[in-house]
């Protein structure tokens, strides 16, 4: 079956810090790949998706910034964080075919002090 | 206009009744449409899905899509305390990228 890893849970950065928040599938081969933010008390925000290595399309224009140097492996990062970056930071992967549903890792909540 | 819009509620049924929930989207291309469920701090959990119009039954779940009308909508049968949740009807409108809604907040009253 295919699980879904996302590290680390919570995370308290201070602003101008980088960030660095991994996420690893397991179980299926050539998933597409998402980062999703919901701000407190709001809906999930597509942030990147991927639907292979190196492939990234970006929907949010922010400090943010995506990159797949695996097939099963996405990762988001920035340089410098800002305090709007606080949320829950949540990634998901679908199966390589059109139209299907999106299964989410456990989320990092992100605190920018 | 938003993507997909929800009512974000909060909607109050009792314990017992049926909870309707709804969803609007603006792609009129859009091919399919989930509901997920999520628990204050949980990451959301896929409940249903639906791809052809008319209604789709799971146990106490049916999911209702109307695609001339640009319209999806979740019925909650036997509503149970353990269904509080907020509900986000999510949207896959160009085959890769789903959209989501801000998402309805259910309270089922004991």
């Known amino acids: 079956s295919q699980t879904i890893h996302q590290w680390p849970a919570t995370l308290v950065q201070p602003v101008g810090s980088p960030l660095s928040l991994e996420c690893t599938v397991e179980?299926?081969?050539?998933?597409?790949l998402y980062w999703y933010r919901q701000a407190a008390g709001r809906g999930l925000q597509l942030l990147f998706y991927s639907v292979g290595i190196g492939q990234i399309s970006s929907e949010v224009p922010q400090n943010l910034s995506a990159s797949r140097p695996q097939d099963r492996q996405f990762i988001l990062s920035s340089k410098k964080l800002l305090l709007s970056d606080s949320g829950f930071y949540l990634c998901a992967w679908s199966a390589d075919r059109l139209n299907t549903e999106a299964f989410f890792g456990q989320g990092t909540r992100l605190t920018v002090v | 206009q938003k993507e997909v819009e929800q009512n974000s509620g909060p909607l109050s049924v009792p314990e017992g009744a049926i909870a309707s929930l709804n969803c609007t989207y603006s792609?009129?291309?859009?091919?399919?449409f989930f509901w997920y469920r999520q628990y204050s701090g949980k990451s959301p959990e896929l409940i249903m899905f639906i791809y052809s119009n008319g209604d789709k039954e799971d146990g106490r779940f049916t999911a209702q899509l109307n695609k001339a009308s640009q319209y999806v909508s979740l019925l909650i049968r036997d509503s149970q305390p353990s269904d509080s949740a907020t509900y986000l009807c999510?949207?896959?409108?160009?085959?890769?990228?789903?959209?989501f809604g801000a998402g309805t907040r259910l309270f089922v009253k004991a």
């Open positions: 792609d009129r291309g859009s091919q399919s």
């Open positions: 179980g299926t081969s050539n998933p597409n």
């Open positions: 999510a949207v896959n409108t160009r085959g890769f990228k789903t959209i």
